[in-house]
């Protein structure tokens, strides 16, 4: 941990710092290995060796048949070796879906020839503040170990940890004399506390957050953080940032507090957050208890690198260049005040969305606000279709991390841009006068299309582009992991990787979700998300249709691949697509037969018909899989009440208003969908039914269609649908349902391909 530290400080001050690399502590590796790999406990040999960077070696260890060594300058560095060996050696990986490290050969393959290898970068980055929500809101620590484990091994050193803020802030409140009433007046649900921690809204809708959940989280971010530590990561923790509950101005009629803006369409008892104004004394001092809280809680060392975001989607109070300097000059004082080796990490979003409002010289004058160039650390946020690095000078001088964005609200479908996220990061970082210092990911959600965070992270460790056809061709092979697998299998991951994945159109860089997550409309069905009415950018019947017969082939060949649950993963994957994708066909069949002239109500609901037999088939090709289910997260939401039946129904309010009107009346409708069995089924199919029913009927009455009407029913069937309690409503089953997913397939193959 202090090694990692230490280096840290080395890159960034250009110091030479000789650490002792023998204090680094590596019995986070061997609880790593015992955990996956219990076979093979005593088989691995880690050593601390001299050397700058993170560089590893792995080797056959001497005098000892079958043994292997990892020797490292970090912590991460070895985990990196292992994860090297276990992979080009081993055949193995961990994958989102579960570890199959477990699967490695009884008797070690021999590395011969010790293989080295060396980070381009210091910082491996992971985690949008949102992630937070999008897709962990719920977990268990059993959830968090696999995240970490798969963290660690690919090498990442540098990951977001929020878990558990409310209770420092909390604390702080209450020492600064607000009543806990004044407190709970501005905190927002469980699922969604990462735009309360933004400042985008405040209070929350469906009940205040209950003390036991701050508590339990609270709980969970030690056992995390100390994961973290032992893993050779440094977790980047949150800070003061100046949002505040209302009553602040009550309490401190004096105190410079400004309302920041409006966000999506909230009203402003929800928006409009209080922002206490860092050159005001008062956020110094909250700021000092803050950290001091939080180092008391975690240690004094666990971390000088604080996330800290003001102004995403929430623009400053004031443009004034002196006034931006002022608002950064006041926050870092405060962090240097209270840590005084403490880096200020940004989640460079803003400059994107906000791109009108941040021009040059406001970037420079807030950025400049902290002295140095290595008193920060942007995040690049959405390197991969929108690089704001390359119109600022690099930051003007300060470090960032290039990151890809990729997924938004936890949408599910198929994209990516193999040949961008492996060459742009290195053209970055060889750039004249560069200051990126790092690659990371800061998916939304962190939801499909493996391969492409994969390669990224791999890329850290390769100071050329990765060869992208022998990368896929490994990467096929550990993860569909049985003795001869048949090439159909190569063959379909051919035509994915070189069309769907080989997505150079910067406008449609990021998933790409079925429309029928959509609010149903006649005309105008974008997506919320990337604000995109093209909803397909590939031709189906050359991707998505071979790679799924080819799949489909591959497991005719050989049945030993039904148990490989990543291979059944992707077959419910492409199939999922192919059914989202034929869906856009048929709703523009239907409003092509709305439109016309000898429309009658019946040839309506007929040409509705096929819309529905395609959720209906999806539906039941996802409730084959435990990954694609609505229950799973409602089973992990409700399962943080143990057994309070009220705190239950809270807790699955909050889950299911994420995924569907995200906000009490539908604020950013369907911004975080899911393509997910039940949901389909109990949300989507009613909705479109509705939709469907609505134009038969103003096509019987003569009568012009009316957005505001069906837009209300729509709301309605929202709002009932967020109320329910699971296993009450229609249609609502727990777990997989048991179906043949091989019948499904060939029968959605014979209808839709
Ligand atoms: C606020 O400022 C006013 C006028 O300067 C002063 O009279 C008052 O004492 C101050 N209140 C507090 C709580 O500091
Ligand atoms: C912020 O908004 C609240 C409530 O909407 C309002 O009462 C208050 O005056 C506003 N504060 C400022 C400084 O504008
Ligand atoms: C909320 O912010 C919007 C700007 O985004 C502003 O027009 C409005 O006056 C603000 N409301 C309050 C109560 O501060
Ligand atoms: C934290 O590290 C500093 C030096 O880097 C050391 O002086 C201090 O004692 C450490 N604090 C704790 C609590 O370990
Ligand atoms: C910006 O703020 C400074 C200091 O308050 C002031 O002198 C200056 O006139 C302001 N500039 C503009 C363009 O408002
Ligand atoms: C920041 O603004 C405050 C309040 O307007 C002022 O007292 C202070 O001098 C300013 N600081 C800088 C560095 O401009
Ligand atoms: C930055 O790079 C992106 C992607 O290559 C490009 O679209 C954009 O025009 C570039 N911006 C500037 C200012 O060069
Ligand atoms: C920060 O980096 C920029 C660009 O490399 C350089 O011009 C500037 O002098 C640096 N600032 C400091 C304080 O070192
Ligand atoms: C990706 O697409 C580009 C542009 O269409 C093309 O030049 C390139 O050959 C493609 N790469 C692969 C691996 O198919
Ligand atoms: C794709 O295949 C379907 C079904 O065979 C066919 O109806 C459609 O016209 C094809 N589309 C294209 C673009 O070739
Ligand atoms: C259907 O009609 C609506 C207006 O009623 C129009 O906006 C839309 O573009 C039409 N769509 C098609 C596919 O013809
Ligand atoms: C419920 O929580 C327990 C204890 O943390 C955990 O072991 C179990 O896996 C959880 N179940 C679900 C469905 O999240």
């Not at 291979?567 to 989202?580: C, E, G, N, T, W």
């Amino acid at each position: 941990m202090q090694r990692v530290l230490g280096l840290v400080v080395l890159i960034l001050s250009a110091v030479v710092v000789e650490a002792a690399a023998s204090y680094l502590a590596l019995d986070g590796l061997h609880a790593l290995v015992q955990r996956r790999l219990a076979d093979h406990a005593g088989s691995f040999t880690f050593q601390s060796t001299e050397g700058e960077g993170d560089s590893f070696v792995i080797s056959d260890t001497k005098g000892k048949p079958g043994g292997i060594t990892v020797e490292c300058t970090t912590v991460s560095a070895c985990a990196r070796g292992l994860y090297t060996y276990l992979t080009d050696f081993g055949g193995v990986d961990i994958w989102w879906t579960g570890s199959r490290l477990d699967q490695l050969p009884s008797r070690l393959p021999a590395v011969g020839q010790p293989v080295h290898g060396t980070a381009v970068v210091p910082y491996r980055y992971h985690f949008n503040t949102v992630t937070f929500d999008y897709t962990a809101a719920f977990w268990t620590f059993e959830q968090w170990e696999l995240e970490l484990d798969w963290l660690a091994l690919r090498g990442v050193n540098l990951p977001l940890a929020w878990v558990g803020y409310e209770y420092i802030l909390i604390e702080v409140l209450r020492e600064a004399g607000l009543s806990d009433g004044d407190i709970s007046s501005f905190l927002s649900g469980p699922a969604f506390q990462a735009w309360n921690r933004f400042g985008n809204i405040q209070s929350s809708w469906g009940g205040d957050l209950p003390m036991q959940w701050v508590d339990e989280q609270f709980a969970l971010q030690k056992q995390i953080l100390a994961r973290m530590t032992e893993l050779g990561m440094t977790p980047v923790l949150p800070a003061f940032t100046g949002f505040v509950p209302r009553a602040m101005s009550s309490v401190y009629p004096n105190a410079s507090i400004v309302n920041g803006s409006q966000w999506n369409g909230f009203p402003s008892t929800l928006t409009n957050v209080s922002f206490l104004e860092p050159f005001d004394p008062l956020f110094a001092t909250l700021q000092k208890s803050f950290i001091t809280k939080q180092q008391a809680a975690y240690g004094a060392n666990v971390t000088h690198i604080y996330t800290l975001d003001q102004y995403n989607e929430n623009n400053p109070f004031s443009g004034n260049i002196s006034y931006l300097a002022n608002v950064s000059a006041g926050t870092f004082a405060s962090l240097r005040a209270a840590d005084p080796e403490a880096i200020w990490m940004l989640q460079g979003w803003l400059f994107f969305i906000s791109e009108t409002f941040w021009t040059n010289d406001r970037i420079e004058a807030y950025l400049g606000g902290a002295p140095s160039n290595d008193s920060m650390i942007i995040l690049d946020l959405y390197s991969e279709a929108a690089p704001q690095w390359n119109r600022t000078s690099s930051y003007f001088g300060k470090a960032w991390v290039w990151c890809e964005l990729h997924d938004f609200g936890g949408n599910m479908g198929f994209e990516g841009n193999l040949e961008e996220i492996t060459t742009a990061p290195i053209d970055a970082l060889n750039s004249p006068g560069s200051s990126m210092k790092g690659v990371g990911l800061t998916m939304e959600g962190q939801e499909g299309n493996e391969i492409v965070y994969d390669i990224l992270l791999d890329q850290a460790w390769s100071s050329t582009p990765i060869d992208i056809p022998s990368y896929v061709t490994s990467w096929v092979a550990r993860r569909y992991l049985v003795n001869s697998l048949p090439s159909a299998a190569q063959e379909a991951w051919r035509i994915l990787s070189t069309t769907i994945y080989n997505n150079t159109d910067p406008s449609s860089q990021a998933t790409i979700r079925g429309i029928y997550e959509i609010e149903p409309a006649v005309a105008g069905i974008t997506d919320s998300a990337t604000q995109r009415t093209v909803p397909v950018p590939y031709d189906t019947n050359t991707t998505i249709v071979p790679a799924l017969q080819l799949l489909v082939q591959a497991k005719a060949e050989n049945e030993a691949l039904a148990a490989v649950p990543e291979f059944v993963y992707d077959v419910v994957d492409v199939a999922r697509q192919l059914l989202s994708n034929r869906f856009v066909d048929a709703y523009q069949e239907l409003i092509v037969t709305y439109n016309s002239t000898d429309a009658t109500s019946e040839s309506v609901q007929r040409a509705g018909q096929p819309l529905i037999s395609i959720l209906s088939n999806l539906d039941s090709l996802l409730g084959t899989n435990e990954n694609f289910l609505l229950s799973s997260w409602i089973a992990q939401a409700r399962n943080w009440s143990h057994g309070d039946d009220s705190y239950a129904a809270y807790l699955e309010y909050n889950a299911r208003n994420q995924i569907t009107l995200w906000g009490p009346d539908g604020e950013i409708n369907d911004y975080a969908s899911k393509a997910w069995a039940g949901l389909i089924s109990t949300y989507y199919i009613p909705r479109w039914q509705t939709f469907i029913n609505y134009l038969a009927s103003i096509t019987r009455l003569g009568r012009a269609y009316d957005s505001t009407v069906i837009s209300g029913q729509l709301l309605f069937i929202g709002q009932e649908w967020d109320a329910r309690i699971w296993g009450e409503g229609p249609g609502e089953h727990w777990g997989v349902s048991g179906e043949d997913v091989w019948e499904l397939v060939d029968s959605i193959l014979a209808t839709w391909a």
